[in-house]
């Protein structure tokens, strides 16, 4: 039997009361049963193991184990900064990038941006995105999306990366040290102008290319995160 997942924002060892969302969920649309196993997390990194204790049409009782660390998610910490995209791609990029394993998405405002603004609710709708793929997935960590930011103002850490289809470095000229932040850069659909690259590489920043095709806006940043995260899995 499949083990439900619940996100907590606090989790403590004993008896935890839920209400509100979490609660209907399992209640309603799981339909946990009392003595049923269900796995908590913060979407920090800890987890625990719980039993269902009552279940009531908005309120649902779990005894809770002693919190620890999770084992699943991965030593490269990733951060993908991300141009806006139209419709519902950066949702799906959000979702993907998640399952995937990155720690956080960070919006970016460019030049040829179809959208130019990230709104409060889609704001918000993205994060509810990102905590349904991390609980959906298996995961411990909820990745931080935050607000949109335009590109100058991005904070660039040591190590970054650019998808650049024209150049002809690749993933395997970068070092990447396990447990080191790392983030990547990738373009909207017309891509980044060439005063942006010049300043991303001005700042460290690496283009590397992925393979001999172009990608789509919301191809390249999933290709690549799974480029650099998959391989730990083998």
Known sequence: MRIHRVHLP?????????TGSEAHHLAKVLRVNVGQEIKAFDGAGLESTGVVQSVHDFQVILELQEPRASDVEASLKITLAIA??????LADVVRQATELGVVAIQPLITKYCDV??????????????????SKQSGR???????E????????????????????SS?????ALGKGSPLTIF???????????IKFLMSKGVTP?????????????PVALIAALLLPEAL
């Open 10 to 18: 606090t989790l403590q060892e004993g008896e935890v009361v839920l």
């Open 140 to 146: 411990s960590v909820v990745p931080e999306v935050r």
């Open 170 to 174: 690749s993933l395997n000229d970068v």
């Open 186 to 196: 990738t373009g909207p659909e017309g891509g980044f102008a060439e005063e942006e």
């Open 208 to 220: 590397v290319r992925l393979g001999a095709r172009i990608l789509r806006a919301e191809t390249a």
């Open 116 to 133: 130019k603004e990230l709104s409060a609710n889609k704001l918000e709708r993205l994060r509810r995105v990102a905590q349904e793929a």
């Open 84 to 89: 806006l995209l139209k419709g519902d791609k």
């Open 148 to 167: 949109a930011v335009k590109l100058r103002e991005v904070q660039i850490p040591l190590l970054s990366i650019l998808a650049h289809p024209h150049t």
